[in-house]
């Protein structure tokens, strides 16, 4: 298990940081279409963003911040973002994902719906590999047990 | 001589390659495996994204001075993005077996106490008897 | 108008349904069960729907997002397609109703809404390997259907983490054999579309570089449908599997890996490129040939019936690749048709497997002695399945197996008609020992008291969950002989490619 250890260096600069690597994890989900970046990346920064509250203070700590009820709820609703973009696509008349066709229900043009509709997918993508991530890592540092235990 | 120098991505790549393959067949212990995969899938990779580079001062594939501006962006002068795209999806893709690969460690540990494949088989083998 | 969208919805309906049942299992683990055959269902519907539309009108194009291709992703769907989707979906739909019991025996119950999810995604993945037009697209789907697998495969018993783990290293490596394979195509044409490479592929044939792709896919298909000698991981792993996975992954995994090797052989490269100007073809036909025979002579040796279940799929594998392997129009015909087939098959051999082991909890073919007094619909149903596995008629194994010996007579591989009649006779071998068992051992009790073995042995029927399926398998087996003729004629026959 992880052990609370007593090093208020460490935890003040964490609690210092977190929010600063949050905010760039979200830009970097945003500027995916010009700069290096997009869904996978930006997760994976807001994921570490969790895990370094994980490392510096207790695993309880971080249970309580994002309990694994939130952890399984956001597994799934970052794919439903995605699949629901595109059903919605669907929906609308077009074929599965043909973004052009929320410009029908988006006050904007075909080609910013086509922007839009990717910008949504990638912010699904980006919660998605965020919890996934995160149940990742939990699974591997307690050794399966967490699950055991929350039951 | 021209093959190595000019070639040399593919050198590169089949010797990782080679090396990962090596490991997964050859070690006895899991977690050594799952590394000779992780060098196997990433190998590829690292392949895949050296073939995308082009001669000629091709730089990489960031649209220069974007903000603001609304022109096309020329194409002859960046690379080839098609095949960091589907690395992008190939890397997630190792990264996900990894993890289910690391979780089923886990539970083998757990049931035998040991990590090395010689010694579970054995243990399974007594069981059946 | 929703019939225009079918092949998008046959993926998407189970991808949604899936992450639902993992949100709704955290509260109430009740509908998980059936969100799942929800899904399964509407994936049927939407398979016959394409079915039907492709018999009527031809190959379906379907491009995903507007895109045109080769800019875009595009959904092919024709006659071959078609017939695996339906296949697929069905058994699924089937082996998914029979799991309710299984399941509840077998693993804890907090896991089960996540064996849905996973099973659902499993379907989905297989789905959509087989309805993709693109070659990439197979890639990612290929990797979602093998993760999957691993996953359910490793809920086993007691030797099954460490199979799934070596099935882990082995799948891993043949993906990545198929990644490699479609690099090297992308970078001597610049797409990735099935279609457009085989228009940009003929003027290529002679370079080195679409050789080596050419060898990497059909290593990296190998691994995947498990083609002697690339077989190992498949007999520990769905030994050790829950029984409801080994029946589905059994009848289906390993043949849409035999349809990835037909697109790849036939569709991406054509078909003269395999035939003449590589020994491709002869190359697979001996291997194929040793495959059979390999099957089941290692059959015979088993003990364990789930193990011996699993030789004899290497052995249909084997048959599958020969067919493909003789280049002509009976032969390819007999492939497509025992792949139909051979799904039907061993989903209901496993399934009756499963459903004694539910009951009975034997194993191995000493304790299914006198089976037929205990349970006589699953023993018949067994009989069935044997008797399809061995090809006698009217049961569909035995006119897949004949249009497989006219291929190979046809074009006068002797040797190969003779492997195909030496494993059909070894396999009579496997069944009829356990048959024996089965249906004509004397029964004995425990005590070995003369008086009371007189004493009738309770009938006690697999429950009727678990029959219905096992009975749809048998009718399907009985069915598809009956009408393997109108079959043929009316979608195998479009699928054999041009030239042959």
């Known amino acids: 298990m992880i052990i609370l250890l007593e090093d208020i260096i460490i935890k003040t600069i964490c609690r210092l940081l977190i929010p600063f690597i949050q905010l760039f994890g979200l830009y970097v989900i945003a500027h995916g279409h010009g700069s290096p970046g997009g869904g996978f990346q930006g997760g994976c920064i807001l994921a570490a963003s969790f895990i370094l509250i994980l490392v510096a203070f207790d695993l309880a700590e971080a249970k309580r911040r994002f309990s694994e009820k939130m952890n399984n709820f956001f597994n799934s609703f970052g794919v439903f973002l995605y699949a629901w973009t595109g059903w919605m696509c669907l929906l609308l008349g077009g074929n599965y994902l043909d973004y052009g066709k929320l410009s029908k229900i988006l006050p904007v043009d075909a080609v910013h719906a086509r922007y839009y509709g990717v910008f949504a997918v990638e912010v699904g993508v980006g919660i998605t590999v965020m919890a996934i991530m995160i149940s990742i890592f939990l699974d591997l540092i307690t050794g399966g047990k967490h699950e055991e235990e929350s039951e | ?129 | 108008m929703i019939s225009d969208q079918f092949p998008a919805l046959i993926i998407v309906f189970p991808l949604i349904i899936a992450f639902f049942i993992n949100i709704v299992g955290w509260w109430w683990k009740r509908p998980c069960f059936y969100m799942s055959m929800l899904a399964l269902s509407v994936s049927f519907i939407s398979a016959v729907g394409i079915l039907n539309t492709v018999i009527s009108k031809g190959t379906i194009h379907y491009r995903l997002g507007g895109w045109e291709p080769p800019w875009g992703i595009e959904y092919v769907v024709d006659h071959l397609n078609a017939l695996i989707l339906v296949i697929v979906s069905f058994v699924g739909l089937v082996v998914g109703i029979y799991s309710k019991k299984s399941i509840e025996k077998e693993i804890s119950e907090a896991k089960i809404p996540q064996f849905y999810t996973i099973y659902t995604l499993l379907v989905m993945g297989l789905l959509g390997m087989t309805v993709t037009g693109d070659a990439f697209n197979l890639y990612v789907l290929l990797e979602i259907a093998s993760l999957a697998s691993y996953a359910l495969i490793a809920l086993g018993e007691d030797g099954a983490p460490l199979a799934s783990f070596n099935y882990v290293i082995m799948g891993t490596i043949g993906a990545c054999f198929y990644l490699l394979g479609v690099g090297y195509l992308y970078i001597v044409t610049g797409s990735l579309n099935m279609a457009d490479l085989s228009q940009l592929l003929p003027n290529l044939y002679h370079s080195k570089a679409v050789l080596v792709a050419f060898a990497f896919l059909m290593v990296g298909v190998a691994i995947k449908m498990a083609f002697f000698p690339l077989h190992i991981w498949l007999p520990d792993a769905y030994t050790h599997a829950p029984s409801a996975v080994s029946a589905f992954v059994a009848g289906t995994m390993t043949k849409v890996g035999a349809y990835v090797m037909i697109r790849v052989m036939f569709t991406i490269f054509k078909p003269y490129f395999s035939t003449e100007m590589l020994p491709a073809t002869t190359i697979l036909g001996w291997i194929a040939a040793a495959a059979m025979i390999y099957g089941c002579i290692l059959a015979i040796a088993q003990k364990d019936i789930k193990r011996m279940l699993c030789y004899i799929i290497i052995a249909e594998v084997g048959y599958i690749v020969m067919g493909v392997s003789v280049g002509n129009r009976m032969g390819f015909t007999g492939a497509v048709l025992h792949i139909v087939n051979d799904a039907f098959m061993m989903a209901c051999l496993f399934l009756v497997v499963g459903a004694v082991y539910y009951k009975t909890g034997a194993r191995t073919i000493g304790e299914y002695k006198a089976l037929f007094k205990k349970m006589p619909l699953t023993s018949g149903s067994f009989a069935i399945g044997a008797l399809s596995v061995i090809g006698i008629p009217p049961t569909c194994g035995f006119f897949s197996k004949w249009y497989l010996v006219l291929g190979a007579i046809n074009a006068q591989q002797w040797l190969f008609a003779a492997a195909l009649l030496v494993s059909s006779l070894l396999s009579a071998v496997v069944f009829f020992r356990v048959l024996q068992n089965i249906f004509f051992a004397p029964s004995e009790s425990a005590h070995g008291h003369e008086s009371e073995t007189h004493v009738e042995i309770k009938r006690d029927e697999a429950p009727a969950s678990m029959l219905i399926p096992i009975f749809i398998t048998v009718a399907g087996i009985l069915l598809l002989g009956a009408y393997s003729g109108q079959i043929i004629s009316t979608i195998i026959q479009f699928t054999v490619p041009e030239g042959f």
């Open chain 2, 1 to 129: 001589m021209e093959y190595i120098i000019a070639k040399y991505n593919y050198w590169v790549y089949i010797v990782l390659m080679m090396i990962g393959f090596y490991a997964m067949i050859g070690k006895r212990n899991l977690v050594k495996k799952l590394l000779g995969m992780n060098v196997f899938q990433w190998a590829i990779i690292l392949y895949y994204v050296s073939i995308a580079s082009k001669k000629g001062g091709a730089t990489i594939p960031i649209v220069m001075g974007a903000h603001g501006h609304y022109e096309p962006a020329q194409a002859i002068q960046y690379l080839n993005p098609l095949p960091h795209c589907l690395m992008l999806t190939a890397i997630v893709v190792g990264v996900s077996t990894t993890g289910v690969a690391l979780a089923l460690i886990i539970m083998i540990h757990r049931r035998y106490k040991t990590l090395e494949e010689d010694e579970i088989l054995e243990s399974l083998e007594a069981f059946r008897k």
